[in-house]
């Protein structure tokens, strides 16, 4: 037999007539014992003894201490319970309103108990055995009102002498073993058990018990029980429709009457011997149910000492198990007995916060337990499927919706990408058709090429505020003017600046200062810049920055050539390129006058005389100096005669010069032609055209403004990094 609910509780209860159903209630429900007082009247013993009446049921829930007798304890006064029952109240009443709630469960398959407490001739068997009568006949008045139904009941009953437990239906006293069953629990083995045919057949057993029970005479009763007495009657009811059926479920239940044994003092009971024996069992066995009641009421926490008396070993399942338990405390309302009944009162206190949690008692046969199972796992299968499939979908919703934001945010992404893309393709296009623009102006180009000392990622450009614009052949007398007039303005506040870490001579092409000195190719600014920058790019001529070589390092180069510029990168594009197409300006003006060869020896000296070196500037000019040479008279170039501030003096010797023609790299300590020999080589070119000058005089004229600009770094006009340092011997 299992303890289930749901649908066999809810078929059971469709069944089962609601008004049929007050005795029977929710399945599985947890509450607390019901627990009941009733007041015995006064025995005649006690009226003839002049003993008083104390107690007093002031209403049906609440039983009151009205004693005259002055007490040293400050007991409570009023105590109160499910209900309360005065001497007047019939056993009929007390069933109805006490017990019947509890005791007709059975037929709903619910388990139940009927507890009589008290100390002896307090009416424990007096009110037991109403109550049991009482239940009955409303059990076979039910089952006489349910004729679809069929039921079987079965009786058992059972004594605790002396803690032996005995079958009341045997004539053999030999005391029962209590076994422990895993389903049913504590079982007494070899217990008869009755099958009732009608209600005469049990009235003739229970007559059988009460001759079986153990009852002795003590001072105050002169019928007491001396055991306890368990009287169990198990209700198993079917549906007549299903009788036979492989498919049937089976209600059991059983209802326990216990009528306890009374608490006694000896000294009042005047026990000996066997009573006095008796008396002790007694007492201990109900100091047990004490404890555990009292264990109970505090919750379930701890240890409950069932196993320590038979008595709470086989009430187990009524104390806090699967079944519906009412508890009827019997006082005795004579002052002589106010102690007992005060215990009595206390036990029954705590008895009322013992809470039990009984089930509907179902026996399935195998096919419907089987049946039943695969329902119920079907059942838990939906559940699980229902909720499950909840939180799937909304995870989903949840994704689509996250997907959808990535898919529009990509989206915006590549229109922007597509418009910078395009915008620099734009800029790109225009830039090539610049220099394009610049290649058809410039038959002859200049290529400057990057060596790996001069990595093009520490090159930027300024942009200046203004700049000196080149491209006629009255440039370069344009810049020298400019330059000069610069120095003498403020030297130190040289606007653009080109220089090396270890050598920087300052070279501005441009009057002021960049606002946009940037070192950092990677911030915003610089491309920026550098975009916007670059149609001006051929137009004007930028300020270069870049990491120079050390001291010993071989100056880069810049080789004259026909060919079209190399440009090894955007980057490289935007910083040679400024460079570049500033001096194809230059040089194709230059070549506009001359038109040979001597023009280009002419522009490297332009370039040479330029203060400071920009790298690429004086990569284009191939010529070092030392301090305290000698100068060549030269004859200077036209363009140098020209100039307004050309010194009266152009005379020193040109410094030894080493062309490396492989790799670009002119030294002078490399060198192993004399000074004569690079003359020679200078007069072996070609004979210039009318107007032009000679090589000589555009040497000479070069020393000039070469020994012009050294002499303003030695008077200390390039501020700083004045004259003495390594770099000026660079120059
Ligand atoms: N409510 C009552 N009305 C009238 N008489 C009662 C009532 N209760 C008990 N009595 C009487 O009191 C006497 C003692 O009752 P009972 O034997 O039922 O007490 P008990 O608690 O069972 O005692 P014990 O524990 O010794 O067996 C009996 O004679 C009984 O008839």
Known sequence: MGAVGGEEMQQWEAAMPAAEMDGGGGGGKTERILVSVRLRPLSEKEISGNDLSEWECINDATIFFRSSVPDRHTPPIAYTFDRVFGSECSTKQLYEEAVKEVAISVVSGINSSIFAYGQTSSGKTYTMTGVTEYTVADIYDYIKRRPERAFALKFSAIEIYNEAVRDLLSMDSTPLRLLDDPERGTIVEKLTEETLHDWNHLKALLALCEAQRRIGETSLNEMSSRSHQILRLTIESSAHELLGNDNTTTLSASVNFVDLAGSERASQALSVGARLKEGC????????????????????????????????????????????????????????????????????SCAKEVATSAQVNVMMSDKALVKHLQKELARLENDLRCT?????????????????????KMEKEVKELIQQRDLAQSRLEDLLQVVGDGRSESPNQLSIFQTSKFPVDKISISEPQESVRLGSKHDFHSLRRYESKNRSRNNHEFPEVLKTDNFTPKVSLSRHRSRGW??????????????????????????????????????????????????????????????????????????ASHHDETSARELRGSLAMLPGKSRSCRAAFVTSYSEGEQYDSTPPPSSLREFPGRPKALRGPVTTLNSNAENGNFSREES???????????????????????????????????????????????????????SGRRL
């Open 518 to 591: 940037n070192h950092n190719h990677g911030e915003d600014d610089s491309d920026q810049d550098s975009s916007q920058d670059s149609e001006e790019l051929c137009k004007e001529v930028r300020c270069v920055e870049m990491d120079g070589p050390s001291q010993n390092e071989s100056l880069d180069f810049v080789e004259v050539s026909d060919t079209q510029p190399t440009l090894s990168s955007n980057a490289a594009m935007n910083i040679t390129g400024s460079t570049f197409l500033t001096l194809e300006h230059h040089l194709h003006s230059v070549r």
């Open 281 to 348: 069992h007694i007492n201990r066995s109900l100091l047990t149910l004490g404890t555990v009641i009292r264990k109970l009421s505090k919750g379930r926490n701890g240890h409950i000492p069932y196993r320590e008396s038979k008595l709470t070993r086989i009430l187990q399942p009524c104390l806090g198990g699967n079944a519906r338990t009412a508890i009827i405390c019997t006082i005795c309302p004579a002052r002589s007995h106010i102690e007992q009944s005060r215990n009595t009162l206390l036990f029954a």
């Open 672 to 726: 192993g032609m004399s000074d004569q020999s690079i003359l020679k080589e200078q007069d072996d070119a070609p004979e210039s055209k009318d107007g032009i000058t000679t090589i000589q005089e555009f040497v000479s004229g070069l020393k000039e403004m070469v020994q012009v600009h050294h002499n303003q770094r030695v008077d200390g006009q390039w501020g700083e990094e004045g004259p003495t340092g390594q």
């Open 388 to 408: 499950g499939s909840a939180p799937n979908i909304s995870h989903f919703e949840a994704l689509l919706r996250e997907k959808d934001a990535r898919i529009r």
